[in-house]
């Protein structure tokens, strides 16, 4: 088995993989106690979704894919951070 058929197969398995690991924290965020929960389980999603575009870079040799991730990666962070803050706030606004 060549390299190129490893990782081609590697990566085809892992977004299968990742594809069945949604379904866990779409449960958490339909179903979870807080608004802190869901958060979280949105932000793991959006992980999971951004690893997939990852394999699918992989699988079928798109660089541009790739792009794609960074400029995802970097709205995720700062869409956390303005949720985190919101939910800061709110914490001290209603004590």
């Known amino acids: 088995m060549t390299g190129d058929v490893f990782l081609n197969w590697a990566s085809q398995a892992a977004m299968w993989i990742m594809t069945l690991a949604l379904l866990f924290p779409l449960y ?27 394999c699918d870079a992989v699988y079928s040799h ?26 800061y706030k709110k914490k001290f606004e209603n004590d």
């Not at 794609?68 to 951070?81: D, E, K, N, R």
């Open 62 to 87: 798109n660089s541009m894919l790739l792009d794609v991730v960074l400029v995802t990666s970097f709205l995720l962070v700062f869409g956390s951070m303005m949720i985190a803050r919101y939910l």
């Open 28 to 54: 958490r965020l339909f179903k979870g106690p807080s608004l802190a929960n869901r958060v979280v389980a949105l932000d793991q999603i959006a992980v999971i979704v951004v690893g997939i575009i990852l």
